[in-house]
């Protein structure tokens, strides 16, 4: 039998693999084939949101769709070809067909002299514009003449897709997963949000919940704010804590990027989870945000969103670049990622208010949770006994299980397991 | 004539001896004759607790008495005597009479292999076994043969008994002060604190105080569960902050653990006369608890008791051994300790929150508080005139003596000099 | 055309030289005439309190004026000349003619054998002495003999001499500014915070202000006592931050003295102004208060004032003595701490609560505020871009621009015009 580790890192590997195939901007085709991947795991809504439809300050913009974008030099060589890259054509640039100078085509040219070898990553969304992106090597050999520049692009009315998922718990109480799927190809940024959405979504339709679970695909910025145009009113009303699911599949340092208020059940748990079990991990400020969490924490939204991930946007050096392929993003990485926000949901799930139900510590001896035998050094008969007894000296009705395993030192984990026998003794209550 | 320091600490050192020689446990007739060596001091009331009773979640168990215990070799030398060393028997060891194997003997012999000339202190209150204690250099002596095992003890039911002594004051807000009575022998832990709180309450009766004293001397758990169980109604409404008396005899640095709560009067008040008397400290967290601070400040009681004491149990060579004795406990220790607790009941009858009369300074130079001469580095004609000056612009209504001390750096007891000449003065008032 | 700069600063210098000619104390003609120089300048009202008027706990005590003082040495040569310099007569010194010995003029003699050049500063308001300060260079000269004394002063019914005005504002919230008159000669204590208080007074003057200012010209102690015990009530109704003006002159490092609060919002733009433009700033406590701030955050009065200064009193050599003198106090050092209280109080002026008007970030590309080219390491197409971005993510209607300000990193100045431009947008609302 194989290792689950290595199995379950290679199915989500193969899902990013997957999703490297279509073509992704803020609209446009791509995104709903890239929607229509996912739903061969979970059973993903597809939503549309019209062009021109107003969304808080945002207007929704027309849909981008293309075929074809190249650029033929003066010998009429394909010196760039989109169907090689899709990074090549800058995101919603408009149709082109003309002759131009090489001067006039390097005002449309976007490369990266210091890294070389890199295809950036360019958008231009809301101004018309139309643009190629390159390797600085290939574009330093560019000679003068008349250049052939093709773009088949549709800039129309269509609609803006995102993807949604309620995963029913026994509270109406939910947590938001929200990945944004705009970005074409780059793996880490954010395929790998994708993936681990997917997956997460998988396995927490697998069991009994206590919490609804609000899985979201969306583009980027433009895209959360339509979503909270139309859910913003349950969102506020019913979220304990969500994460932006990004940059999750790479093998380095975790990273954690707080909410705005910064002391969130999200961020409580996410902190909690990240000391204990990976306790290299960086930590951000807010003011470094720069995903979704931008929409989702701004004022009149307000919501509790953490950001858990591994090298954050903006911080790695593939970043919006060619280099952020298959090869930086690993099976193992991305396993690591999933574990680690499980973790947290699973702490999440368990994170009840206890009280004892006794005035004065309990006779843990008669219940056989203490060593009758009472010998300098030793007094408990189990592991994690002494977390036993100050998870009852912090029981209290007043703080949650995150609350009491930060003030004792414990995970939270080994909590869940002591309350449970705790309860199950009768000694403690949840409240 | 002798110092009083001198004088006063061998009156503690030689109660501390009379308390080595009755035999204790958490019940039975040593408790009673400690009791009453204690009332040759103090006008204690001696309380019984039938076995059986259900306190909180604990039952008082049966009462368990001891006449002799010993184990002979196979030659018939007697070479564990109880009557040697209180400690050679496992505490509540039930009654034995037979021929064992050196190897069945083994499984009730307690030893400490790294303190090979120690005899360890062990109990079995809540399960039945009987069991020895000895050095481990004696036992590793031990050969091969019949050994006879002899223990004349008796658990039967009977009461748990504790003492008690209400010391009333001008008003019915009240301070507790309790010591366990359990341990035998051991004179830092705790015969120390029994000394401690007897001399303490002595002090206490013989002149007028603000507070009421509740003085409580019981075994530990389950005699402060027990008398919680009879009293907490009173106590909670009542106390205003609480000592737990214990390992106050040796001469090594001072020790604090805080309550629960761990800004309660009593931590406050405790911090503070440890910081500015005996600065070099040491401050545990309420995580290192192991006395009646366990029942005290359990959820549900929730009552402001704190720790000041010597090396904490525990944490010192000697502790729960035959090591802890009265060579380790000083008439100098016991005084040291004696005295600064009461510098923190002298600082806690004292804390007022006081309130200048005046808008503005008052004006001292006219009441002879201020120099009239104003001279360059020089403003005040008397000894800790910074402090007064300090004193008033923190007398706002909202703050006790103990917070001002604090925030201006000064030792309460000095501000408390302060308080009374400004009150003389009519400046300042109580509130 | 000159530097304004160096036009503004000798302008304050010229002022601080003028104020060196009358000889003030608490009380008499000098203050008066200082008072007439200040109202060259702006429309001061000029207030009289009567001797003997109780103000709170103290009583304006006799007004004292002196024509004359001087000592014949045994030859009849002047040895101390009053007209020479003022400091040589101890403040409030009683009429004295008499021939006495050098052992009798010892006692009413004052010098500093540390400081053999300067002549010491002494004062005895509420004691009826006389005496005389000289250098100790001197004092060390004098052989015996009788000495003629001369002190030519009156101590007789008269009045307290303040100055006052009120600038009105939009709203009647009110800034206090408050200088003390009363020390002769001693340009950092405190002419200096005359001249900033004059200046300030007249800035404030030549435009419409959202506040209104109440600037205060006051002898030290007795003075802000007899001040506030007219004025009070409106002082604690309106007064949302005030700043005492001394030791403003000399170039060395600002210093900042907290109210007693400590958080007020005096406190809260002093420190922000400090920590951006002089980072080099010292950082007092409340502890080393020792000007009016002593009465203004007394209990009783606690109003909200900080103290902005340059060397605080009594922490630099020259304190005190006439080595405070219009060296020690150039026209740079007097612009700089001009300089540094406009900028407080135009932050105080523009410190609004904001709001953004929309739910998620508003779309700065529509309004030409963000730059549409999204590329990798740049997305803002002006300076300060980033700070737009946090202010919008902090202004949720529970922060004022200083509390932005210092989430964000920011000096307060970029986001006061950052808030216009978005104001103008339409995207942030004052609260």
Known sequence: MNDPKETLGDELHSLAKALTRPYRSITGEGVRESLRIIQKHIPLKIREVPSGTKVFDWTVPKE???RDAYVLDPGGNKIIDFKKNYLHVVGYSIPTDSKVSLDELQKHLHSLPAQPDAIPYVTSYYKEYWGFCMTDRERRKLKKGKYTVHIDSTLEKGSLTYGELIIPGRVKDEVLLSAYTCHPLMVND??????????????????????TYRIVFVPETIGSIAYMSRNLKTMRKRTIAGFCLTCGGDERAYSYLPSRAGDTLADRVALHILKHSHPDFIRYSFLDRGADERQYCSPGADLPV??????????????HTSLDDLKLVTPKGLFGTYSTLKECIDVL???????????????LGKRGLYDNLSVKGSFFSFKNGQYMSD?????????????????????????????????????????
Do not use: H
């Open 64 to 66: 981008w769709n293309i």
């Open 190 to 211: 954010n395929i790998s949000g994708k993936v681990l959405n997917t997956f997460l979504a998988k396995w927490l339709m697998g069991e009994k919940r206590r919490y």
């Open 306 to 319: 953490a950001t858990v991930m591994r090298s954050k946007y903006g911080t790695y050096p593939e970043y």
């Open 349 to 363: 799930e368990q994170n009840y208010v206890y009280k004892t139900t006794r005035v004065g510590e309990p006779q």
């Open 391 to 431: 998870f009852l000296a912090y029981a209290d009705g007043t703080r949650d299980l995150i609350s009491i395993a930060e003030i004792i030192g414990a995970p939270a984990q080994a909590l869940i397991e002591i309350a449970v026998m705790l309860r199950a003794a009768g000694v403690v209550s949840r409240k």
